[in-house]
């Protein structure tokens, strides 16, 4: 990091600011992950309540979304044309049901709007839309 570091545009320092930030917190991350993960486990165990609030609230936004159900053999061939590989890092992992359009923002649960990715792309993701969170991942 330079402390006289001179930027073509405030977006182009910006840009460089942000990727400080993540390269720094995700070395932070792994110097607190064992700290975290009992903290976590802690607060869970603790706080039961509120991961029933956000489990009830999954479950409302997928009735209100509507249920359309498929089988289980229908998410087998999904995950079966990945062939047990994350399209958007290429990572070999258990594949996680992610919404193309979030519950939260109008989707429905039904095989047309599922589509199988790793748990830490999943995340990553979290309720955003596909496309938008695809060109985030490209930008990088």
């Not at 110097?31 to 309540?49: D, I, N, S, T």
């Not at 979304?65 to 044309?81: D, H, M, T």
């Not at 039904?110 to 993701?125: A, D, L, T, Y």
Request: proline share 3%.
């Amino acid at each position: 990091m330079r402390a006289n570091a001179v930027y073509c545009s405030r977006a182009c320092k910006n840009r460089a600011s942000e990727i400080r930030r993540t390269r720094d917190d995700a070395a932070r991350y792994q110097v607190e992950r064992e700290r975290r993960l009992a903290y976590a486990v802690a607060y869970a165990k603790a706080h039961p309540h509120v991961g029933q609030a956000a489990r009830n609230r999954r479950k409302a936004w997928k009735r209100k979304a509507g249920v359309f159900a498929f089988s289980s053999r229908e998410w087998q061939r999904l995950c079966a044309r990945q062939r047990g590989e994350c399209p958007f890092c290429g990572k070999r992992a258990e594949l996680t049901m992610d919404h193309v359009i979030p519950l939260s923002k109008g989707g429905r649960h039904s095989i047309g709007n599922i589509f199988p990715i790793c748990g830490s792309c999943n995340s990553s993701k979290s309720n955003t839309f596909l496309a938008v969170w695809k060109l985030r991942r490209q930008r990088g």
